[in-house]
């Protein structure tokens, strides 16, 4: 078995230069490659060329009594861990053990030791709880995050095999999984990017993006509104190489299915646009899996759904088909009687000998796959020298140099404008200079304002554009874009709907912040201030409750500068996504912002006090930092210092150095207002116990927005009263 | 016409008593309701039993012409509004005005002068930005919320017309909708309420509960996943009085449905198990509407969707069947265009006389079919009078005497137990005296711990049972529960999943919270404390996120005695909906607590400082309360003194008076120590800027819970040290 340890980026010339090895083994000894290895090599691609002919047999699949070993081994790995751990869900990685093994031994194309190849195969596991099946198959096809010890760490404190698929600890696995249907709609958005990505790169003469998207997921996945949402998006876009697999065991945490889902799922699919296959016996019946696998593969122009039928917890005599299977370790007696039934006498995490060796293949078959691919890029970087610019940098996620350039600055006397259209120049400019930028809106375009004007839609046969079409689907929209973000390094999503939706969204808004997936999601019509439509379309506890989300910014600028500078962090944050809240009224260009302030999240804007200590500190953000700035001038005109202060992005100003922020806010200032119109709770932060802070404690109401204002207070005239009262 | 001004209760012997009058309208004249009139008397009921005869036309339809002209009448009344105020969306009313003629004009059963009504046939416009056709409709149909001067009041400050249908502003809108998909959802929900008391309250000599649901639903409201989710719940419970209007006018936002919604709609819902119909010509032909709702109405084993091809903006020459007529007003040029095309040469707001005097027969119509469920009633309750008792406190929202000591007390050498086991313990006791409490889990019954152990589940051929199996979909039960809730005052459902998953179900939660529905939100595993299945599944700004929502409780009890106190708030705040964190582990009974102090929202566990001056104010909620307590034992045997405070609930504590506040968190103790296992944000307001919040700033991590609450420092050992470091 080949084990390369070298974590040399294969870009290195003498990682990859050819060097003393026999047969099939020894050459591919020396295309090493880390996780960090993203681009190929000239080198790589000499050696790569070589290695064609030793892929031949790989999709042969083995013998039967191994196939049936290496399901016994993936099954009891399973068992054993979730059995050490006390702990996880032994019953999917049973029953879908035959699935696991026909799908990464005999179909799967990637390469272990480099887990970030741009062109392999990508494998979803949307159903998370079962990973103890997507670990033990990463343990047998030799990814290096996931070792015997590892595995025998199952759920433990700080271990790579964490109690659902974690894409941040665990190389080899593509996305965050676990709460149900999202994993699902990420597949949907990986399958996206690898047909846009084809469409943009491959040549008649040439296909350099040649992928699929595997994805398992469960009756629970199957309930989930979300995984309806994409699923409609994927039969519509036509996604052809997405294949889902659905475990369809008839068993749920509360039983039998049949007490809440008798719907027909396939006839489902089918009305959402999907080709549906239907494996009757997914525990034994390993060619009919070869088959439907074989013909999803010939489906080009529909995404396709494989109903599998198995059996939770398949092979334990006395919990096999029932509910206690799904997530409870068997106990030591049933694990005794499992081993008797399936004839499986070792100890626990055995894996024979045998097993091993086969799986041993997938380490050169990896590489050379990869080999291949690099040596075709070499070529394609030949001919096609400009794109292959492109792609190199959405494979790498290096920003063009000067890129934030491209973003628009504001003088004050430039005329109002809503943020929301403010935000349109910024992604029409990013969309220009970063190759990898696209996205859209859950059918808000034109009140969102995210056209991107020199693109065409993404659609069915024009897959090559950039603007998505979403439809009403904030939720598939937000874990489609997760799935958009982690594809590829270079790949920048963006998404929108009206700021009071990421209620419908907030799942997927938190997996994007939990798994490091940079979206940026556009967020307008983001106060009272949309006015008419009504305390149903008006946020008012958004801000503080994404703002208490980890791992996210949440900005909220106040006008041109401060919207490119909003967009210049969220591009580059590509491991934290932005919200980005805009408004849908005229505002002001705020004479004191800038662009390069955001990065700070909060800053003076004007002042007209010395020595650190004004009389008042007043604290605005988006579209009440105009307030604050005419009340200041009246203050100012009563003959008061007064500071105003834009706190556009919290996150940002909690990172600064204390020195930073005792300079913008002084402790010994104690006379704060905040005015925002959204709840004032939280605002104690900033404001301290002496301050005041002026918002909404309540839901808004359908009226003009000049009238809301006036009515909730949040007015110029109530900042002045604030200060007096102070 | 007849138009009653009395809201003199029913039940008053005076107000309904005979008095002069002649022919329909005069024995009429003396059935008046107000809209908190809900349960029948007897003398109403002799009556009613006077008035069949007069119904017998009505589900005749009026003569073509007529048709016509009220179908105009709405149809103007909206693009006249919309124009008034500048704002609104003309293009739904105007393609719908021929569906919600005869759907309200023929078919449906409801009493304009008494909205409450129980057993009224519910109907929901799921695409609510199309409001103004419901208000045309309920002005038309003599609702007294909807006056011509409401009318003409659209989208303006504090009318009752607002920009979306708002059930806490207009009496005849049952649920709030306008986030597409929620109103489709809330109408399962109300259809199951009918179902559900049905089957408990009908007998086979007298039908006591019999009313048809129906909703309206557009292309973005299909589009959305929650409606997906409760479409296949529907389907599943063969919800055969729910009849569901398809508005498919192929217009979206973003302009035609193709660019982003091609699936088969009704092959969809066939797979969902609903029945299906499809009017081709939603447009004008009158007849294919009624014969649709007829052939559903005989539908009793499936839930129906009819599909009704529409024109949005019918009659607009220039903007009809395009995106510029969803959500903008015509402008003054089209609409006189759109006058003359339709050949409607009034002026603004024009109802003639005729169509007046057609739709006035449903005031006394109305009254009639009131006056006839009144009088069966009456018989209802002479035979059936257990039943009818437990019927009236459902319909009037009254609890029974003395039902809050079913609540269990628990002393402090009670065993340990998870909250979430006592909150079980809560919720059978509560379903054993109130006749309207029912529930359940997304597919998680037996982790949140919800089965009412002496019911069996609701299903559709045993509807007359409480435990509502929702499968896993989180949203549509929250949706699905606002509408039980809003179906009788006496309803009260809970709901359950995890914590952390509120996310996908906040959408309807805001909508529990914006429409007053006192659903109880169930949620277990609160924090970290559950330990292996990781971040996905760890809450830790869930607290946060929803105490910043108005008009909810967010509830975190520590024990027994606060979990029974937190359902006693809970079941009390029949307009305010609550949520209860629930821990997975086992928690200690906390000498100190007691069920009747959650309604104060804070209070003191323990003290041994005198004067109201402890050296040290620890604040705890929920799971953590125990380290508080034990850190405090620790700092006590020190030498020093320390106040122990419970924050179970926030809102709570903050109506409290000043003085009580003061008594608890007096402000000269600036040495304040938080303890949460949530994020530490927010805690400012309790703690200030001096004191201390020790929570977790980041997200979780999978391991078991006790070294997760160790390695995050959530320690006795690290209050302790704060404690020393103030």
């Known amino acids: ?32 490659y880390s996780a960090c290895s993203l681009l190929p090599s000239a080198a790589a691609a000499r050696s790569g060329a070589r290695l064609t002919t030793a892929l031949r047999a790989r999709t042969q699949p083995a013998e039967p009594e191994l196939v049936e070993q290496s399901v016994n081994t993936i099954r009891f790995l399973a068992v054993d861990a ?20 026909v799908l990464f031994d005999e179909f799967l194309r990637f390469n272990p030791k480099n887990p970030a190849w741009f062109d392999r195969d990508r494998f979803v596991l949307s159903a998370g709880h079962g990973c103890m099946l997507q670990y033990a198959l990463l343990h047998l096809a030799g990814y290096d995050a996931v070792k015997m010890d590892d595995l025998k760490a199952f759920r433990q404190w700080r271990s790579r095999t964490p109690g659902h698929p974690e894409n941040f600890e665990t190389p080899g696995v593509e996305v965050t999984t676990g709460p149900l249907g999202q994993g699902f709609a990420n597949a949907v958005g990986l399958a996206l990017a690898e047909k846009h990505l084809a469409s943009r790169f491959n040549k008649t003469d040439m296909k350099i993006v040649d992928h699929y998207t595997y994805v398992i997921l469960g009756d629970g996945c199957q309930m989930e509104g979300v995984s309806n949402e994409a699923a409609s998006l994927a039969g519509h876009w036509g996604l052809g190489k997405l294949i889902a697999f659905y475990d369809d065991n008839h068993i749920s945490i509360d039983g039998n299915t049949d007490i809440a889902f008798t719907e027909d799922v396939l006839a489902r699919y089918e009305a959402l646009g999907w080709h549906t296959i239907w494996v009757k016996n997914g525990n034994t019946g390993y060619d009919d899996i070869r088959a439907a696998i074989k013909e999803a593969k010939g489906v080009k122009d529909k995404p396709t759904l494989i109903k599998v039928t198995t059996t939770i917890g398949f092979g334990s005599p006395n919990k096999a088909n029932t509910y206690s299977v799904h997530g409870t370790a068997l106990g ?4 005794e009687a499992t081993r008797s039934n399936l004839g499986w006498l070792h100890e626990p995490f055995h894996v024979p000998d045998e097993v091993k060796r086969h799986w041993s293949h997938h380490i050169d078959d990896g590489a050379s796959l990869e080999a291949e691919w690099n040596a075709r890029f070499v070529e394609y970087d030949k001919k096609y020298h400009q794109e292959a610019a492109e792609l190199k940098s959405i494979i790498s996620g290096e920003l063009p140099s000067g890129w934030d ?5 504001y003088a004050p006397e430039i005329s109002p404008d809503a943020t929301r259209n403010l935000s349109q120049q910024c992604l029409n400019a990013l969309a220009k200079v970063i190759p990898g930028f696209l996205g859209g809106s859950a059918d808000l375009a034109t009140s969102n304002m995210t056209l991107l004007k020199m693109f065409g839609d993404f659609q069915r046969d ?52 939990l798994s490091e997936s940079g979206v940026i999601f556009v ?26 989300m980890p791992n996210i910014l949440m900005l909220r600028p106040a006008d041109g500068n401060e919207t490119s500078g909003a967009y210049k962090i969220a591009v580059l944050n590509r491991k934290r996504p932005s919200i980005i809240a805009l408004s849908r009224q005229k505002l002001p260009q705020v004479k ?46 009563k003959g008061r210092t007064v500071r105003v202060v834009s706190l556009v992005c919290w996150e940002l100003f909690e990172e600064q150095p204390e020195e930073y922020k005792e300079s913008v806010l002084p402790n010994e200032v104690t006379s704060r207002i905040s005015i925002e119109a959204g709840v004032t709770f939280g605002w104690e932060k900033y404001i301290g116990q002496k301050g005041k802070a002026i918002g909404i404690d309540r839901f808004g109401v359908s009226a003009p927005a000049g009238k809301i204002y006036e009515e909730l207070g949040l007015t110029v005239e109530n900042v002045i009263a604030a200060a007096e009262a102070l």
């Open 405 to 409: 350039n491209a973003l628009p600055t």
């Open 462 to 513: 024009t897959p090559e554009e950039r603007n998505i079409r979403f439809g009403v689907r904030e939720h598939g929209m937000g874990a489609i874009s997760n799935g958009i973000a982690v594809h590829s390094p270079g790949l920048i999503p963006y998404c929108a709907t009206f700021f009071v939706f990421t209620d419908y969204m907030r799942a997927s808004i938190r997996l994007s912040a």
């Open 1 to 32: 078995m080949v084990t390369p340890t070298s974590t040399t980026p294969v870009s290195t010339a003498s990682a990859a230069a050819p060097a003393p090895g026999s047969g099939r083994g020894g050459v591919l000894r020396l295309l090493r």
């Open 332 to 335: 030591s007696k049933e694990v």
């Open 523 to 548: 967020m307008t019509h983001d106060s009272i201030g949309l006015g008419e439509d009504g305390p149903t379309h008006q946020p008012v506890e958004q801000l503080f409750s994404l703002r208490a």
């Open 82 to 101: 979730v059995e050490k751990a006390q702990s996880g869900h032994p019953g999917l990685p049973m029953g879908c053990a035959p699935l696991g093994h």
């Open 592 to 637: 004191g912002t800038s662009v390069d302030a955001v990065s700070k999240g909060g800053y003076i804007i004007s002042d007209n006090s010395s020595g650190n200590k004004p009389d008042f500190i007043l604290i605005g953000t988006g579209s009440e930092l105009e307030i604050a700035e005419n009340a200041a001038g009246e203050l100012r005109n």
